[in-house]
């Protein structure tokens, strides 16, 4: 683990949902294929809709739609099956996702060490939300963002820059950790520390090819690490 000092002086961490907290990509490839019926269209397999995840729901879907039309017949159709994927997915939201593991437990760490935490994932905060309830997530965070929360998403910088504003705390003070590119594009650009997790959905790319301060097995892994680098 090389180049860790920008740990040093760390006072909040900002999480990623999912490929980070949660495996949700087999309710994502349910809510997507329920959508795909409406449409008349043949189910798609997991391993293609994980390497879609990451940009959000419209990109998402617009990428699913783009297999089976062109350019115009996306358009067409993006807005009724936008929706329906939404409401596909407030049916079976959590059903088929689970923890990754020793989430809880970094979390808590994290939280023991007196950092405040924040969620800022790309899904749509309607879904976030009762997700992390629903999971046992939701009283680690003081502050979540969802996709459609603010006026732009990961890798755009704006929600982990909203998030030092909410704490009071310069983007140095505060990590982000997330499993994709996206996540740590947003932090760079922001200027906040980043930690990447190697398990979660990174666009079928090698987490080794993100540029990051750190690969970490788990949450837990990444609270130890800042742990360390902030013992007096
Ligand atoms: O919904 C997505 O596209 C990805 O969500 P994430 O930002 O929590 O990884
Ligand atoms: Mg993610």
Sequence with gaps: ????????????????????????????????????????LEPMPVAQIRDMIGKGSDKLVRDVLAIDYDAAGVELRFQAAFD?????????????????PDV?????????????????TNKPIGLARPLLELKGLSRYFDVIYGGDSLEKK??????LLQVCKDFALAPQQVVAIGDSSNDAQAARA????????????NHGESIHETDSDGIVDTLLHAAKLIRLHNAK
């Design 1 to 40: 683990m090389a180049a860790t000092t920008p740990l040093r002086g760390v006072k909040a961490a900002i999480i990623d949902l999912d490929g980070t907290m949660l495996d949700t990509v087999l309710d994502i490839h349910a809510a997507i294929n329920m959508m795909r019926a409406d449409l008349d």
């Design 84 to 100: 329906a994927y939404q409401r596909h997915y407030e049916t079976i939201n959590g059903d088929h996702s689970t923890h990754y």
């Design 104 to 120: 809880a437990e970094g979390l808590q760490t994290l939280q023991d060490d007196g950092l405040r935490l924040a969620c800022v």
């Design 154 to 159: 990961k890798p755009h910088p704006m929600p």
């Design 190 to 201: 922001a200027g906040c520390p980043v930690l990447t997790v190697p398990y979660g959905y």
